[in-house]
């Protein structure tokens, strides 16, 4: 796929998104989400959970599909998935919850944060306070906000809001621009992904050259194609506290085991 090709399908998901956030506040007004989360019960801490001393941790992801490679798993038992997870020793999980391009959805988070009593993130593509406190709402301990779609002024928006929502925001970025903006705008944790979106190519390069540059009490997390053991003792090196492994864990015929494998 051609690298305009790609670009193209980021701006469709995030058209598809805000046409689908238009016709949920005809549904459900906001005043009404924002209630939702206000009393949505306690989860975990995504923050403390992964800043824990010790080994790397590992975010193990529930996904079902992609644009890239289509779809993942024909028959996904998303319970059986997180619970297989945490008995592997995940640390926490993220659930892709975009609908149109990726199958996902955000009934998704609640039904693995119950089954495995981990610290759930949501990775979606989010740029209003509506879909932060829809977040809540649905059972997260943390949200996905990913800088490249996002201008500074609606990073640092949406990272605040997170916090009154009692979220957690893993700020995604790309290259040494988009760090600069996640720092400024205040990210605590920050995630650098290794998979471009806009042209879809991975190198955990990016991790280990980005990962030198941020400061000491920001949390590191490297995003996309890690493969083996060796792959997180090179990003643990690197300064990484935590890893998010996806493909390889949902791809293989047992999660877990492919979980321990990597461990």
């Known amino acids: 796929m051609k690298t305009l090709e790609r670009t193209h399908i980021l701006s469709r998901i995030v058209e598809a998104k805000r046409k689908r956030l238009e016709e949920l506040r005809m549904r459900v007004p906001e005043v009404i989400v ?38 993942l798993i024909d028959q996904l038992d998303v319970a059986q998935v997180a619970t297989a997870y945490r008995d592997a020793g995940a640390a926490a ?50 949200v996905l906000l990913i800088a490249a779609i996002l201008g500074a002024d609606e990073l640092a928006m949406l990272i605040r809001a997170t916090g009154d929502f009692g979220l957690d925001a893993l700020v995604e970025v790309h290259d040494e621009a988009e760090l600069d903006e996640a720092l400024e705008a205040g990210a605590v944790i920050v995630g650098v992904n290794n998979r471009d979106l806009r042209t879809f190519e991975v190198d955990l390069e990016t991790s280990i050259r980005l990962g030198q540059q941020i400061p000491a009490g920001v949390l590191f997390v490297a995003e996309s194609g890690i493969r083996n053991p060796e792959d997180i003792r090179r990003l643990a090196g690197a300064g990484a506290s935590a890893v998010l492994v996806g493909e390889r864990l949902i791809t293989s015929q047992d999660p877990g085991r492919a979980l321990e494998e990597l461990a």
């Open 34 to 71: 924002k209630k939702m989360a206000s009393v949505a019960p306690g989860r975990p801490s995504f923050l403390e959970t992964l800043a824990r001393p010790g080994r790397t941790r590992i975010i193990a992801e529930v996904k079902k599909a992609s644009p890239s490679a289509g779809t």
């Open 93 to 142: 999980v993220s659930v892709v919850t975009e609908e149109d391009f990726f199958q996902g959805s955000l009934g998704w988070v609640r039904i693995a944060a119950d089954a495995s009593g981990l610290p759930v993130l949501r990775k979606d593509f989010l740029f209003d306070p509506y879909q932060v406190a829809e977040t809540r709402a649905g059972g997260a301990s943390a």
